[in-house]
């Protein structure tokens, strides 16, 4: 391959166009929102953004590579990924590095390692590759259903320890591919019911137990005081002419965020004339949509949520287009982590959620978990660009079929 082709991209052209619009609009935001990150570490606004902008370089190269390999090919190594990512994720539990209170991330040194990123991708191909090698076996819940449930169980287990969001989006991604991998709607049912019960239980548990046995309980803790900032719907502001003080700590972040949304309004205040950004100690990152309405204004903030959804619309015509399974499967699975993760991420800025610690996938700052983002969208775009040429090869052949039969009589 000619570097001139590597650096023309084929497949859906909107999406292409969606995935540049959102990189460029978080060098943007990350450049606005890390002011109170630079004072905290007496850095510069400007170096974070030439470490954002350098992150988005690499995720763009290595997504660029990715569309030019069939998809196909990534069906064959979906079951070693799996093992590599338990691996990874033990090692976590075990000697990972602990930040704002969480330990999710391994550390290399010159570098930080989300291996939760890592196991996302794993498990939804190995999921995939399951229900599209065994398509004509579905209904074997013993030799195929119940094993592929427990690798499924297992990952979000391990990464729902410190990461229960992600755990819950994920496991809710792998329901829906068994879905769309047409298991039969009684076994989903038995699966889905278990699942809600299970987690309503865990949910009540984490909002009764009392404190002194939830506190030594790593970050159940954290989880039971944001579930009850939100079913209790405290209102802990006082206003004091132009401040305003903030009582409830479990609270902050989301009533800051209310706040910058509001002054936000319609149009924004300004790029970079953020307020909020300096009370946000996640303003780069869980909270960004939040200081992008601030700044750009509702309306833009919702041009932001349409791109999402656009990208989405088109990931469905893939599915529409695409002659495998596996390929059908790939793209709506990963589409839907990528854009599940940006909607709770938006409705935890306007409070509609609890906070839950979930970026907003290309814009929010990012290392490895940009660079998975940008792996996501490598497999993606190649379902979109081999979709094609394996769709123009059916209609030639379609054509000389045709032309045949024509010349025979």
Known sequence: MTITQFLKPKG?????????????????????S???????NHSSAFLYLLQHGFYIFIGFIIMLYLHTIHYKNFMGIAKFLLYISYALLIATILFGVTINGAKRWI??????????????????????????????????????????????????????????????????????????????IVHLLKIGGSAIVLILLFGLFIVLAPTPIIS????????????????AKTDTNKKHGDNIEIKDENNFQANHAKIAIASGGLFGIGPGQSIERNFLPEAYA??????????????????????????????VNIIKKAPKAFGALIAVGLSFQF??????????????????????????KGGTSLIFTFITLGLIMSVSRFIEVEN?????ENVDSKNNNFIST
Request: aromatic share 12%.
């Open 216 to 231: 030594k309980m790593g970050r159940m803790e954290t989880w039971q005081g944001r579930l009850k900032t939100f079913v």
């Open 286 to 315: 869980d909270f960004i949509f939040a200081i992008i309405i601030e700044e750009y204004g509702m309306i833009l903030g919702i041009i932001m949520l349409l791109l999402y959804l656009i990208f989405m619309y088109r990931t």
């Open 392 to 396: 123009k090869e059916e209609e030639n």
């Open 34 to 40: 890390v002011s109170w990150l630079a004072y905290k």
């Open 339 to 364: 854009v599940l993760q940006a909607l709770i991420n938006m409705a935890v800025a306007v409070g509609l959620l609890p906070v839950t610690g979930l970026t907003l996938p290309l814009v929010s």
């Open 12 to 32: 859906d052209k909107a999406m292409w166009l969606i995935i540049m619009m959102l990189s460029l609009w978080g060098l943007l935001a990350v450049y606005s």
């Open 107 to 184: 550390s290399f040194g010159v570098f930080t390692f989300q291996s939760s990123d890592f196991s996302k991708v794993a498990i939804l191909l190995y999921t995939i590759r399951t229900l599209a090698k065994n398509k004509d076996n579905l209904d074997d819940m013993k030799g195929v259903i119940y094993p592929l449930l427990g690798h499924i169980t297992v990952t979000c287990v391990l990464i729902g320890k410190d990461n229960l969001s992600t755990a819950l989006i994920l496991f809710v991604t792998c329901f829906l591919m068994l879905f769309l991998g047409r298991v039969r």
